[in-house]
Nanobody, 115 residues
């Protein structure tokens, strides 16, 4: 059974940075994708970025140029470096693992960006 635990959220001012981490337990396969989603109050959950086991990233338009996703397979951990944060980045950020047709989610970590 896979479990995901996020950390690194918090309250920052606009323009500052945060680094989110997501540690996985259980078996992670080489055909997996790990990623980050976010959900703001009253809005649907949306993809931020994801990355293949071999390090190929994909970014949503609002993340390009500001966010960087990375993955350490030895540590079973995925990271999201977020720079130049904006108030509209305020949301709960969720870690996701997709493998063998199953979706796994973390509990979420709150990111709040003040103006």
């Amino acid at each position: 059974q896979v479990q995901l635990v996020e950390s690194g959220g918090g309250l920052v001012q606009a323009g500052e940075s945060l680094r989110l981490s997501c540690a996985a337990s259980g078996t992670i396969f080489s055909i997996s994708r790990m990623g980050w989603y976010r959900q703001a109050p009253g809005k649907q959950r949306e993809l931020v970025a994801d990355i293949t086991y071999y390090g190929m990233p994909t970014y949503t338009h609002f993340a390009k140029g500001r966010f960087t996703i990375s993955r350490d397979n030895a540590k079973k951990t995925v990271y999201l470096q977020m720079n130049s944060l904006k108030p509209e980045d305020t949301a709960v950020y969720f870690c996701n693992l997709l493998q063998e047709g199953s979706n796994y989610w973390g509990q979420g970590t709150q990111v709040t960006v003040s103006s």
